[in-house]
């Protein structure tokens, strides 16, 4: 089976055979740099379609084959939803995927995996990557001899590749380095979880160009050299102190992605924290890696190595020396030739596989035509029936697939208008609430000074904005009135001042009210006092 890895920064190709005893053999290797410049998504897979075609009609690699695609170009995400089957279940994983895919899923190549499933709900993990860039791989495939059959995220060919290797033991966590990405792979059991976040061995690069004054590219073969133990005038000075504060800011981050993913994992999926961390990649070799993430994460940290139990012929040993970490994901895929656990997931867009079956249809009908010039007659008339037969079927599936076309396009619009009706009835319930409030208020404020007796309200107003940015400014209510004090009609006023304090006390206590400010209070006669305030009502209760 041929293997081929597309990364950010390199494209590896390999063909392997299954060895005795479920391993595998690696009989040819070769791997091929991509341009290390800063690159859109096109100009990437535009440039590594060009070096696997190169590196294919090179090296004679033909036939089908499995492609990974890095982290950062592909979206993975897990999704609960109830146990469901037959139609209901396709329903309910298209309705999923239009939500949880971030982009009309007619621009995307994606697939799904149910990854467990109980009585009451099943997980389903969606794969998705940009069309054009499925196509345009694809493509440069083709022309190069190469038939894509799958189409997988790097991610589950890492997760496959370490389950091969390692049995289960204990919860684990596989943790690949890439030149742009980082990809963590949890193991629990038959339990798994994947996340490609965007921190990689670019970090350390741009830190040392950036503290050495050399490009990026000097700055990542300077890496090389002090990863390497070269000498060099830099790697002597500057160098490697520049490269251990680089790994240890690297490090810091790594682990607030690693714990955070375990949060996340443990809460929202249920899973087990992991004992062990394995690294890999391009960037685990950092020489202190291991010990500040064991430091940080008090968890037993080791390298994997892909290739443990791989027997690597002599034709791919020499490509392979030094580069074992970046084999991961190549050395996944060529897991599903022992693994029988490997999943039917591609994202090679639907109909490049049907276009890709019907050209191998057409191959075999030219083969049976051929062995039907020397064969009786009705042998030939039977293999041209049945390419005939196959290619009305293929029509008929893309006549039956128009008008379910049309559905999906009304289904959409349907759930854009009921979004906006569920948007209006949120608004109309926040106004029916705000009144209630209102209301409540007003009838709070009542039934307080219907207990103080003996006083009329001469004025309820809003109080005028002070500012000319009015959305900022507290709301506030002027309140005026008179409180007659029956006991204190000569000249004594400390009967007075208590109902004023009690006034005050009964408007503070308000759960509407958070506080009262600029109170005045004049005599206005014997056993009358005029009363002016302000009260502020409480945002969260009176919006």
């Not at 597309?6 to 392997?16: P, Q």
């Not at 038959?190 to 970090?203: A, I």
């Not at 608004?427 to 609430?433: E, F, G, K, P, R």
Request: charged content about 25%; aromatic content about 6%.
């Amino acid at each position: 089976m041929l293997a081929i890895d597309c990364g950010f920064s390199h494209v590896a190709i390999g063909l392997f055979a299954a060895g005795a005893a479920g391993g595998l053999v690696l009989r040819r290797l070769a791997l091929e740099p991509l341009p290390a410049v800063p690159m859109t998504p096109a100009e990437w897979a535009e440039a590594g379609g060009r070096v696997l075609a190169d590196v294919a009609r090179r090296e004679n690699f033909r036939g089908d084959c499995r492609m990974a695609l890095p982290g950062h170009h592909t979206l993975v995400k897990f999704v609960r939803t109830p146990a469901l089957s037959g139609a209901g279940r396709d329903a309910a994983v298209n309705f999923e995927a239009r939500r949880s895919i971030p982009c009309p899923l007619e621009d995307v190549a994606w697939d799904h995996l149910a990854t467990t499933k109980s009585a009451a709900e099943m997980e389903i993990m969606f794969a998705a990557v940009r069309r054009d860039l499925a196509e345009k791989l694809h493509d440069r495939a083709g022309a190069a001899g190469l038939r894509v059959t799958q189409l997988v995220p790097a991610s589950l060919a890492l997760l496959h590749g370490f389950r091969r290797q390692q049995a289960a033991r204990e919860p684990a966590l596989v943790v690949e380095i890439g030149a742009r990405s980082t990809q963590l792979a949890f193991l629990s059991g038959d339990e798994f979880f994947l996340r490609t976040f965007p921190l990689g061995g670019d970090t350390v690069s741009r830190a040392l160009a950036a503290a050495v004054g050399v490009e990026q590219a000097a700055a990542e073969r300077l890496k090389i050299q002090i990863l390497g133990g070269a000498p060099n005038a830099l790697t002597d000075s500057a160098g490697p102190e520049t490269m251990r504060r680089a790994t240890g800011d690297f490090a810091h981050r790594l682990h607030f992605e690693i714990v955070r993913t375990t949060v996340h994992y443990r809460r929202r999926l249920a899973g087990k924290s992991p004992a062990v961390i394995h690294l890999t990649g391009g960037g685990a070799p950092l020489p202190e890696l291991p010990g500040l993430l064991a430091d940080k994460l008090g968890l037993r940290v080791f390298r994997y190595d892909p290739l443990r139990d791989v027997a690597v012929l002599p034709g791919a040993r020499a490509v392979s020396a030094g580069a074992e970490g970046r084999l991961a994901s190549l050395v996944g895929l060529a897991s599903g030739l022992v693994d029988r656990s490997w999943p039917p997931l591609t994202l090679v867009p639907r109909h490049l596989l049907l276009a890709d079956e019907t050209r191998r249809r057409r191959s075999t009908a030219m083969a049976a035509a051929v062995v039907a010039a020397i064969a009786p007659l009705p042998l030939f008339w039977s293999s041209h029936r049945a390419t005939v037969a196959a290619e009305a079927a293929a029509r008929k599936v893309e006549r039956e697939l128009v008008p379910l076309r049309g559905f999906a396009a009304r289904n959409r619009d349907s759930l854009a208008r009921t979004k906006a009706l569920s948007a209006e009835c949120e608004q109309a319930q926040a106004l029916i609430a705000a009144r209630s409030d209102w209301v409540r208020f007003f009838a709070d404020l009542q039934d307080r000074l219907a207990r103080m007796g003996d006083i009329w309200l001469d004025a309820l107003q809003p109080a005028p904005r002070q500012s000319a940015d009015a959305r900022r400014e507290e709301r506030k209510f002027l309140i005026e009135g008179r409180l007659l004090d029956r006991k204190s009609a000569g000249s004594d006023t400390s009967g007075s001042r208590e109902r004023v304090r009690t006034l005050l006390e009964l408007l503070r206590d308000s759960p509407y009210i958070a506080r009262v400010e600029d109170s005045r209070f004049v005599d206005e006669a014997p056993g009358v006092l005029r009363f002016a305030l302000s009260v502020v009502p409480k945002e969260e209760r009176l919006r």
